[in-house]
């Protein structure tokens, strides 16, 4: 098998990326640092194209943004799997696994790394089928993208990175409390509208670096989970945030009738707004009316060894 690592340079920490590509160029390890956004889904792409029979594994250096990039680039092509070397802000994809972050740093265990089926989240817009995407761990709407927007504004000031940059944007959203006002429409044929707090799809249950917002999903069930947060005061939000991170929310009874949580194969998501943002696996695109649908076992997902 042929292992290709591919570096987000900006993602993370800088120095831990310079020294990652230091040790793989060092060891001779087939090492590609990508340029701009979407540079590494093409390089991916072009590659398995290039390369049909031969078996690959892409190695993403980076967050979740980076592993999504592979994801793409690999889906629909026999003989590739995906990996992460986790190196961003967050990483939560890897952590529905219940392996130690250092097993997933270790170059050697993740050469001799086995690989699982894993699920993926067809989306697109109700009018453009052609421009399917997929996404490999969750979308969020509302609250939760905010924060992940603002966290990139944050991320640009000297010595704030990481969970620090995350809570801090946490503090500033909570502040404002700006959700989105959605039609949801699930594949039973009921429907929820109005203004929430947030919204996450999730084939896996983490997001902003540990918060279990989504405590049922798992990542090749053939479904993915919808949690809907309504609209609530800050005082309750705060009061409760301790247990929506740690995937407790679903258990107090105060959120039984501000919460709506489903196990769903495809929903419909849109707004009263022409365009609004939806974040996937931790970068924020525009959308308009989008159906999402789980693709079961869309992938292969290495593990490191033990």
Not at 80 to 95: H, L, M, Q, Y
Not at 161 to 188: C, H, P, Q, R, W
Not at 195 to 219: I, R, S
């Amino acid at each position: 098998m042929k292992h290709i690592f591919i570096v987000n340079p900006v993602s993370g920490k800088r120095k831990a990326q310079a020294a990652l590509i230091g040790e793989l160029r060092a060891r001779g390890l087939d090492c590609y640092v990508t340029e701009s956004r979407g540079d590494g889904e093409r390089y991916v792409r072009g590659l398995c194209r290039a390369k049909l029979r031969e078996p690959m594994r892409f190695y993403a250096c980076g967050g979740d943004g980076t592993l999504n990039e592979v994801v793409n680039g690999i889906y629909g092509f026999e003989n590739t799997e995906a990996a992460c070397i986790p190196a961003g802000s967050g990483n939560d994809f890897i952590r529905n696994f219940g392996i130690a972050d250092v097993d997933f740093l270790d170059v050697d265990k993740q050469l001799s790394g086995r690989a699982v089926p894993v699920d993926l989240i067809r989306y697109h817009d109700c009018l453009d089928h052609s421009a399917a995407r997929y996404a490999v761990n969750m979308f969020n709407i509302g609250f939760d993208c905010n924060v992940v927007a603002k966290m990139a504004e944050i991320k640009k000031y000297p010595f704030i990175e990481g969970s620090a940059a995350y809570f801090l944007s946490i503090l500033i959203m909570l502040i404002k409390k700006e959700g989105a006002n959605l039609t949801v429409e699930f594949d039973d044929g009921t429907s929820h509208s109005g203004f929430v707090l947030l919204t996450a799809v999730g084939n896996g249950a983490f997001c902003g670096g540990g918060l279990k917002g989504v405590p049922y999903a798992d990542v090749n069930d053939g479904s993915f989970d919808v949690c809907i947060v309504k609209n609530v005061s800050r005082r309750l939000f705060i009061s409760l945030f301790k247990k929506y991170s740690s995937g407790a929310h679903m258990e107090d009874k105060r959120t039984k009738d501000i919460i709506i949580y489903r196990k769903c194969k495809s929903i419909r998501i849109g707004s009263v707004k022409n365009s609004w943002n939806l974040c996937v696996d931790g970068e924020i695109e525009m959308a308009g009316k989008v159906k999402f649908e789980i693709v079961p076992n869309a992938i292969r997902f290495s593990l490191p060894s033990k």
